[in-house]
């Protein structure tokens, strides 16, 4: 079972020499309905996202994107997977998002529809990975800790 070496020449000979690891395929998964299905996250929100070829409406919450989104930075953060992918207006979006703050839920729908694109058309994964769509953000709010204020601000100093 173990074999002793003796010499460093005989240690090529105990492994076969394969070729370098060839990268992994990924493979296109949809639902019945024909939708690529993904979660996305940041801070403490979480959106379900699922999308499929339709004229580029995106639902949120069962409202669209202008009237639950109203600030125009959050619709252009949501957008921009589809911009660097060159699909905005090819897909229906449909998502349903909750937990945190509107900035963190718009990441998260961010992050949800990066992975759904990436789960229809496996062949855009290096465009979105390159513009950082598919890292899910882990800056989270720090804790509370004792004998502070907050996270790190400390009570008010007083001489008397």
């Known amino acids: 079972m173990a074999e002793t070496m003796q010499s460093l020449d005989q240690l090529s000979t105990l492994k076969p020499a394969s070729a370098a690891p060839e990268a992994p395929k990924y493979v296109q998964k949809l639902d019945k309905q ?9 801070k403490n929100a979480v959106a379900r996202v699922w999308i499929k070829p339709g004229s580029g409406k995106i639902t949120v919450n069962t409202r669209t994107i202008e009237v639950f989104f109203a600030r125009p930075v959050l619709r252009m953060l949501i957008q921009q997977p589809l911009v660097a992918a060159n699909r905005s ?3 229906d979006v449909t998502c349903s998002v909750s937990g945190g703050g509107l900035s963190g839920q718009a990441g998260a729908v961010r992050h949800g529809i990066s ?3 990436t789960y229809y058309e496996p062949d ?4 979105l990975k390159r513009g950082g769509f598919l890292t899910r953000d882990p800056r989270v709010v720090e804790r509370k800790k004792y004998g502070r204020a907050k996270a790190r601000r400390s009570f008010q100093f007083s001489k008397r």
């Open 34 to 42: 024909g939708r690529a299905y993904a979660t996305g996250k940041r």
């Open 89 to 91: 207006g090819q897909f």
């Open 115 to 117: 992975k759904a694109l």
């Open 124 to 127: 855009l994964r290096p465009v």
